[in-house]
């Protein structure tokens, strides 16, 4: 005989279904973008197909070197790196990476006791971390911006920019979204809407 409610085991079953995550990867010789289902392992880059290693790593003391990974490197607080390359998918910045060359080819954080030089940086997107008060000289262009910091900078964001309950950014905005969390703080110029249409201009002071 047929149970009944045969359906709605079935519909339970579909709704308990996984859907793999997916992970955008690049490749650090060739820059070459592609998505790895599952889980972030070894790969070889689909166009030039070097082997990609990924390794997570976390520096403590002094370090020098080159590292390439499409995993994490952790620039611990007590690390100071010495003429250094360093590539990964995201990167954090606690110590004294003033000397170094880096490239996040996904995420770049900076903690409140980070020590750069922003012209030998890279990142497609960028965390301010909470605690943190950071002043950028120079006009950053990036994808994402998330501030859960103290961030003062101009910033041109292709993507979303996010100022987190905790965060507070002054200075100038270019970007195609924008979402200030209540209790976060801005005090910008800020330009809003699609880089290639058209764009609105508005002082922001929250």
Known sequence: KKKK?????????IGKTIVPMRFEIICYECEYVFVLTGHIHETM????????????KTIH???????????????????????????????????????????ATRKL?????????????IAKDLLIGNGSRFSLARPL?????????ELKATISASGAVFIRNSGFFRGELHCRS??????????????LGSF???????????
């Open 141 to 149: 262009n990036c994808r994402n911006l998330d501030v859960q910091g």
């Open 61 to 103: 003391g002094e370090w020098s070197g080159t590292d390439k990974t499409i995993g994490s490197i952790e620039i611990a607080e007590d690390a100071v790196l010495k003429n250094t390359t360093l590539i990964g998918g995201d990167i954090i910045i606690a110590g004294d990476a003033r000397d170094a060359d880096i490239r």
């Open 178 to 191: 924008l979402v200030i969390e209540e209790g976060g703080r801005m005090k910008a110029k800020t330009v």
């Open 45 to 56: 880059c689909p166009r030039c197909h070097h082997m990609l290693t990924v390794s997570n």
């Open 109 to 121: 954080e900076l903690r409140s006791k980070a020590q750069f030089d922003m012209t030998r940086i």
């Open 196 to 206: 290639t249409g058209t764009n609105e201009e508005q002082t922001l002071m929250i």
């Open 5 to 13: 409610g045969g359906h709605g085991n079935d519909a339970s079953r």
